[in-house]
């Protein structure tokens, strides 16, 4: 009674050792990678072991989670006379053979699982094939392809009597996996405070309980708002400034004639009064990153560096954007300078304006690099502009048929952005239209009834000469 048990676990081990015998045994397993670079040679490995004789190698992609397997190489043994066909079946012998696949230049489309599948014929009847199969992931990393700082909420104005929060972000894009992002001012870390929301753009001063470090070593801007000199002079003189007054006749001086079409007022207003709520203290930040996923496979991150604005301290402060990557050899970075608008240059077409030209100022760069991107706002001084409105804003001002009563008008351009505002101001000069006698214009500068008329009757006159 007590030998039946271990007589039955003999049977079972010894049709186990018949069965093995005569099905033979197959082993497969793929080597590991660690991730690799998009742009790499990568070659799969599939391993295996087996006693049998060699029916198939077929390795599959992986693809839609599972459900999709692409056949990549195949090898067929039925067509291969690498094997001999006079094995002996009764001879049991362990061979060990390697399959590789080599992706010559990996992409990130590559990446996923996939299968290695061993097939051998079994050892009783060549019939049946006895089947195996290994797996693997191929991760494929890719490094950022581009990194960009801009400024939120541009372009903003100059805050003379009020706090304002700035923003900072950070766009870097191809990345796989997401890269670290942060934030460096003048070469140092910034130690940031994570912010998991963005601050309404309602609120106050961002502050923060940390002790504060104290920038006065910073070159401190302590610029004061100026007047012009040339509307300076005339306020001394008693007088009103001329452009509040332009002459309605044209420039009759012959001198005069030979000036460009737009006197250029050589000063510059650089408008920075800093109030009491500026602090030489170093300011809080706070970062917030979000992530936004690509068709690609690859990832968009965006890091977003808030803190309370202090042109004193701010202006011409660096502050660099760096990534580090493990698909990078060094960080990536890119790096910008707050800097206030300061010396537009003026450019005005024609050169030479006449009545009943159209004529555009535009403000042609700076005297400096600015950053961030500054608004700009055209008014007339003493008057409104030629449509009525009180002031334009954009970066070009046209004045279309600009009629003789303009003549020497001044315009102000102001440009600002968050850290500072600056003006500038140029004077129009108008000259005479040969084509459109005087007096014949209307108040829009363009020609009226009489000027039609007496036009009609000089061309009806030049007519009757030539014939």
């Known amino acids: ?39 790499d040679a990568v070659t799969l490995k599939c391993n295996f072991k087996t006693d ?7 390795w599959y992609r992986v693809t839609d ?28 012998e362990d061979l060990v053979y390697q399959s590789t696949v080599r992706l010559p230049e990996v992409r990130i489309s590559d990446n996923g699982p996939y299968e290695c599948h061993v097939g051998i014929y079994d050892r009783a009847t060549r019939e049946k094939v006895v089947l195996a199969s290994g797996n693997i992931f191929l991760n ?14 541009t372009p903003a104005p100059f805050s003379r009597y009020q706090a304002q929060n700035f923003t900072l972000v950070c766009i870097v894009s191809g990345g796989k996996p997401a890269p670290m992002v942060y934030f460096k001012r003048d070469g140092e870390p910034i130690d940031a405070v994570p912010l998991s929301e963005p601050p309404a753009s309602s609120s106050g001063p961002l502050q923060d309980s940390r002790p504060f470090r104290s920038l006065l070593h910073r070159d401190l801007d302590d610029t004061k708002m100026q007047k012009s000199l040339s509307l300076l002079d005339a306020e001394n003189r008693g007088g009103r400034p001329y452009t509040e007054r332009p002459s309605h006749g044209l420039t009759p001086d012959p001198n005069i004639l030979l000036q460009p079409t737009t006197e250029n007022i050589p000063e510059t207003v650089v408008s920075r009064e800093f109030p009491r709520w500026v602090h ?53 970075q890119a790096e910008v300078t707050l800097v206030a608008p300061k010396g537009p240059k003026i450019v005005m077409t024609p050169s030479r304006a006449r009545v009943g030209d159209t004529v555009r100022i535009l403000v042609h760069g700076f005297q400096n690099e600015v950053f961030p991107e500054p608004m700009f706002t055209w008014t007339r001084v003493g008057s409104r502009l030629l449509d009525g409105s009180a002031e334009f804003d954009g970066k070009e001002l046209v004045l279309e048929r600009v009629p003789a009563e303009l003549n020497g008008s ?3 351009c102001t440009a600002q952005n968050p850290l500072g505002s600056t003006d500038t101001h140029t004077r129009l000069i108008v000259f005479e239209n040969p084509n459109i006698p005087r007096g014949t214009e209307d108040s829009n500068g363009s020609i009226g009834p009489t000027g039609a008329r007496l036009t009609l009757v000089l061309a009806l006159t030049v007519i009757l000469e030539l014939t």
């Not at 049998?52 to 077929?58: A, K, L, W």
């Not at 494929?140 to 909420?153: G, K, L, N, R, Y």
């Not at 996923?293 to 202006?315: H, K, M, Y």
Request: aromatic content about 8%; overall charge positive; charged content about 20%.
């Open 52 to 58: 049998g004789r060699m029916r198939e190698i077929v």
């Open 280 to 332: 030489s203290a170093e300011p809080t930040y706070f970062l917030r990153h979000s992530r936004t996923p690509s068709s690609d496979g690859t990832v968009e991150v965006r890091a977003l560096l808030t803190w309370t604005l202090n042109p004193q301290i701010d202006n011409e402060a660096l502050f660099s954007c760096e990534v580090k990557h493990p698909a990078l050899s060094m960080p990536m």
């Open 65 to 92: 989670g599972g459900t999709i397997k692409q056949k990549i190489f195949t090898f067929d043994a039925m067509f291969s006379t690498n094997y001999s066909h006079m094995e002996n079946y009764r001879k049991r």
């Open 1 to 39: 009674m007590r030998a039946a048990p271990s007589l039955r676990r003999c049977v079972c081990l010894l049709l186990a050792a018949i069965l093995d015998l005569a099905c033979g045994y197959l082993t497969v397993n793929i080597e590991p990678l660690p991730p690799v670079v998009a742009g």
């Open 140 to 153: 494929v990393m890719a490094p950022p392809t581009s990194i960009e700082v801009v400024a939120a909420d």
């Open 410 to 412: 001044m315009y102000r």
